[in-house]
């Protein structure tokens, strides 16, 4: 005669069933936390880059202006149409961006900002000369920050075997 009374398979059968629905909902947890530290990571990305693109855009479009008003005989610009172009991209920058970046975006911003004091047409020249070599800079910073490299990855040549990626996770 069989001594294992009758109510224990259906307690072990529930017991499994738990058990398996706790390993279940952890894995679903880890599953929606690594999501979302993916969904911030492009976030933080796309924010940062957004700001950078619209402050080097801003300066290329002030430059050009300069260039423009000078071929036309313009030497003293208007320091507030300046403020009022390069402002708002300027502060979204400075708020999200990091220091290298941050310390070069300021060095055109004053750099930018001393053409648009009273100077001599020669100073004004030579230091509008010098803006792009200093946007360079920045543009080198954002490159860093951002970690863009100016050729696309390299394409593996095949997937490792399944014990492969096993090892490659641990």
């Given at each position: 005669m069989?001594?294992?009374?009758?109510?224990?398979?259906?307690?072990?059968?529930?017991?499994?069933?738990?058990?398996?629905?706790?390993?279940?909902?952890?894995?679903?947890?880890?599953?929606?936390?690594?999501?979302?530290?993916?969904?911030?990571?492009?976030?933080?990305?796309?924010?940062?880059?957004?700001?950078y693109v619209g402050l080097l855009s801003a300066y290329e479009r002030i430059i050009a202006r300069l260039r423009r008003d000078y071929a036309?005989?313009?030497?003293?610009?208007?320091?507030?149409?300046?403020?009022?172009?390069?402002?708002?991209?300027?502060?979204?920058?400075?708020?999200?961006?990091?220091?290298?970046?941050?310390?070069?975006?300021?060095?055109?911003h004053k750099l930018v900002g001393d053409l648009h004091d009273d100077r001599p047409a020669g100073d004004f020249v030579e230091v509008l000369n010098h803006v792009p070599l200093v946007l360079h800079d920045l543009e080198r910073a954002v490159r860093a920050e951002l970690d863009i490299q100016p050729e696309p990855p390299a394409l593996p040549d095949a997937p490792p075997p399944w014990r492969d990626r096993l090892r490659l996770r641990h």
């Open positions: 069989n001594s294992v009374p009758w109510w224990a398979l259906p307690l072990v059968a529930g017991v499994f069933a738990l058990a398996g629905a706790l390993v279940a909902q952890l894995v679903t947890a880890r599953h929606v936390s690594a999501a979302r530290a993916v969904e911030r990571r492009r976030l933080w990305y796309d924010e940062r880059r957004d700001a036309d005989g313009v030497v003293k610009p208007d320091p507030l149409r300046y403020q009022d172009e390069i402002g708002p991209t300027l502060m979204s920058a400075r708020l999200l961006a990091g220091n290298e970046v941050r310390n070069a975006a300021l060095a055109v």
